[in-house]
């Protein structure tokens, strides 16, 4: 059973096509009338689509990512999942429409994607039978091409009509995901939907604490993932332990789970201990880099009146 949201913006396709206008409420009955109306597209392999394989490499040889996958074997394994990710075009053209546009959304899409699928394989027991379910594919954020480039790209604080406006690449990426894909149910589709929930309920859209196990694994990647990387809103990013102990605080406060958590934290490790192995130290020594204006937001007027003096 889907719960009910009710779209605060309209959703689009790439091509401008309205999907679903706002205020549309997410019923099955919407959603299974929309499937009908989805077409069948050509898909390719994503590894074999466009410099994906390529720039992929690249980015699993940076810092941090060249520690977690330093294993040639592990990351072989990884590399060898993703090769059977297949999707439809339109799907694929995201990615390109992100690498030109919004390239921090692109390689967090690619590197978001490979660092779920290894942390899946160590948390998810018989991964392999289990693959279909869990590989989530690199659409957690394609919701984010119904969000304007001018937000996206912003070097000042969003407003919190522009921040409204942010959180529904969820919803978005949820109706994008399920049209392409053609089923309501797609664990990429939830995934897109989920992944700003947190365990304590206090995310959003919908506010869950009840999230699939794959989605709980993306919310972690992609929290690590954002704060190791430079974004439009922050100049410098997190050094690795200041962004792992920010991960710590969240399981602390209960918004993920401690296992993958750890999982994480040990495959920062070079030797990889097994999570039974150590004890997560919770003293504070990192720090937010200056400048960074993640969940700052201002009142609409406030904005204008800055633009006004400035
Ligand atoms: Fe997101
Ligand atoms: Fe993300």
């Given at each position: 059973?889907?719960?009910?949201?009710?779209?605060q913006?309209?959703?689009?396709?790439?091509?401008?096509?309205?999907?679903?206008?706002?205020g549309?409420?997410?019923s099955?009955?919407?959603l299974?009338?929309?499937?009908?109306?989805?077409?069948d597209?050509p898909?390719?392999?994503?590894?074999?689509?466009?410099?994906?394989?390529?720039?992929?490499?690249?980015?699993?040889s940076?810092?941090?990512y060249?520690?977690?996958?330093?294993?040639?074997q592990?990351?072989?394994?990884?590399?060898?999942?993703?090769?059977?990710?297949?999707?439809?075009?339109?799907?694929?053209?995201?990615?390109?429409?992100?690498?030109?546009?919004?390239y921090?959304?692109?390689?967090?899409?690619?590197?978001?994607?490979?660092?779920?699928?290894?942390?899946?394989k160590?948390?998810?027991?018989?991964?392999?039978t289990?693959?279909?379910?869990?590989?989530?594919?690199?659409?957690?954020?394609?919701?984010?091409?119904?969000?304007?480039?001018?937000?996206?790209?912003?070097?000042?604080?969003?407003?919190?009509?522009?921040?409204?406006?942010?959180?529904?690449?969820?919803?978005?990426?949820y109706?994008?995901?399920?049209y392409y894909?053609?089923?309501?149910?797609?664990?990429?589709?939830?995934?897109?939907?989920?992944h700003h929930?947190?365990?304590?309920?206090?995310?959003?859209?919908?506010?869950?604490?009840?999230?699939?196990?794959?989605?709980?694994i993306?919310?972690?990647?992609?929290?690590?993932?954002?704060l190791?990387?430079?974004?439009p809103?922050?100049?410098?990013?997190?050094?690795?332990?200041?962004?792992?102990?920010?991960?710590?605080?969240m399981?602390?406060?209960?918004?993920?789970?401690w296992?993958?958590?750890k999982?994480?934290?040990?495959?920062?490790?070079?030797?990889?201990?097994?999570i039974?192995?150590?004890?997560?130290?919770t003293?504070?020594?990192?720090?937010n880099p200056?400048?960074n204006?993640?969940?700052?937001t201002?009142?609409?007027?406030?904005?204008e009146?800055?633009?006004?003096?400035?």
């Amino acid at each position: 059973m889907v719960s009910e949201i009710v779209l605060q913006y309209p959703v689009y396709s790439l091509e401008n096509k309205l999907l679903l206008p706002a205020g549309t409420v997410l019923s099955e009955s919407v959603l299974e009338e929309l499937m009908s109306r989805a077409e069948d597209h050509p898909g390719c392999f994503l590894l074999q689509y466009g410099t994906v394989q390529r720039d992929l490499l690249h980015f699993l040889s940076e810092p941090p990512y060249q520690i977690i996958f330093h294993d040639p074997q592990q990351k072989m394994e990884m590399l060898r999942t993703m090769e059977r990710v297949y999707l439809v075009l339109p799907v694929l053209r995201s990615l390109d429409y992100f690498k030109k546009y919004d390239y921090h959304t692109y390689r967090h899409m690619l590197m978001v994607f490979a660092l779920s699928e290894m942390l899946a394989k160590e948390l998810i027991s018989e991964f392999h039978t289990k693959e279909p379910e869990t590989i989530s594919s690199p659409t957690h954020d394609i919701g984010k091409i119904c969000v304007p480039l001018s937000i996206l790209m912003k070097r000042t604080p969003l407003t919190k009509s522009e921040f409204h406006l942010l959180q529904h690449h969820t919803v978005a990426g949820y109706v994008l995901a399920s049209y392409y894909l053609k089923n309501i149910d797609h664990i990429a589709a939830r995934v897109a939907r989920d992944h700003h929930e947190r365990k304590s309920g206090t995310g959003y859209p919908r506010g869950t604490s009840k999230v699939d196990r794959m989605a709980e694994i993306v919310i972690v990647s992609d929290v690590y993932d954002a704060l190791i990387s430079p974004r439009p809103y922050r100049p410098i990013s997190y050094d690795n332990r200041s962004a792992l102990e920010v991960i710590t605080e969240m399981a602390e406060k209960g918004e993920v789970s401690w296992d993958i958590v750890k999982v994480l934290i040990s495959q920062n490790r070079r030797e990889k201990p097994g999570i039974d192995e150590f004890v997560v130290s919770t003293e504070r020594r990192g720090r937010n880099p200056a400048g960074n204006l993640h969940g700052i937001t201002v009142d609409d007027d406030e904005e204008e009146r800055q633009r006004i003096v400035a």
